[in-house]
C-alpha cells in the first residue's frame, strides 16, 4: 500500500528523449545534403583559385559576371536554344527508332538473337570517329547535328528496351496469344506495363547520349550552338565565358535529367500500384 501511494504522490517522469536536451545536432534531412553539395562545389572552387592563376581557372565571381554578361548580351541564350532545339528533335528520333527496333527485336526471339550481339557492337564503337560520314551525308547544318545527336541515343534505348522485354516472363505473351490479342494491344497492353522501368531508363540515357553527340557535332561541324561556340571561345581563351557556357550546359541536363528521373519514379510507382490492384 505504502509503495502504490509512494508511486502515484511521485511526479511522472517524462518520456526519453522528450521535454529535455539531448546533446545531439540535429541531422540534416534527405534533401538537406544535395542542397549542399552546389555550395560545397563554390568553395572547394573558390579555394582552388588561390593556387592556381586565373590564367587557367577563372574564379567563380568572374564566371558569373561572364554568365550574365552572357545572357545580356545574347550570345548565351541563343546558341543554348539552338542546340536544345536540335537535341530535342535528336531525342524524338532516336526515341522512335530506338523503341521500334528493341520492341521488334525483344518480340521476334529469332532476330532478338541475331541483331542483339551486333547492336551491343555498334554502340561500344567510338561514334566521333565516324562523324566525317555524316557531314559527308548530310553537310554542315541542323541535318547534320541531329542525325548524330540520334545515332548516338539510338543504341542504348533500343538495347534496354530489348534486355526488358527480355525479362518479362514469357507466360505473359503465350497468355497473350491465346486470348487472341493483336500485336499492338500485346505491346500496348502486356510487353510495355512490363518492361515500363527499361524503357523509362532508355529514355533517360538516350537523350543525355543526344545531348552529347549533339554538343560534340557543333563543336567539329557546325557554325551555331553551344559546341560551336564553346570552341570558338576556347580558341580565344576566354576562361570566364568558356566555364560560364560548360556550367549552363551542365545544368540544364541535370535539370531535364531529374525531371524525367522524377516522372520515371512517379510511372514506375504508379504502374506497381495499379497492378497490385489488378491483382487482388
Known sequence: MDSAATTLSSPAQPPRGRGRKSGKVP???????????PVVLVVVWQL????????ALPTPLATGRAFVDGVRDGWLTTNLWATLQVVLAAFAIAAAGGLAVGVWLGLQRFWGDVLGAPLL???ALPKITIFPIFLLIFGLGDASR??????????PLAIL?????NAIPRVYLRAARSLHLSRWTTVTRVVFPAALPSVLSGLRFCFSLCFLG???????GSSEGAG???IRRITLRELPEIFALALSLMAISLLL??????AERRLVSHGTATTRRSNR
Do not use: C, D, K, Q
Not at 161 to 165: K, M, N, S, W
Not at 214 to 220: C, K, N
Not at 257 to 262: F, I, R, S, V
Open 161 to 165: 528496351v530489348l534486355g526488358g522485354i
Open 121 to 123: 557492337w555498334s554502340y
Open 257 to 262: 535529367n531529374l525531371l524525367m528521373l522524377t
Open 214 to 220: 549533339v554538343v560534340l557535332a557543333e563543336m567539329f
Open 48 to 55: 582552388a583559385t588561390f593556387f592556381v592563376s586565373e590564367s
Open 146 to 155: 541531329m542525325a548524330f545527336g540520334a545515332f548516338h541515343g539510338f543504341f
Open 27 to 37: 541531422r540534416l534531412g534527405p534533401g538537406g545534403a544535395p542542397a549542399l553539395v
Open 228 to 230: 560551336y561556340e564553346l
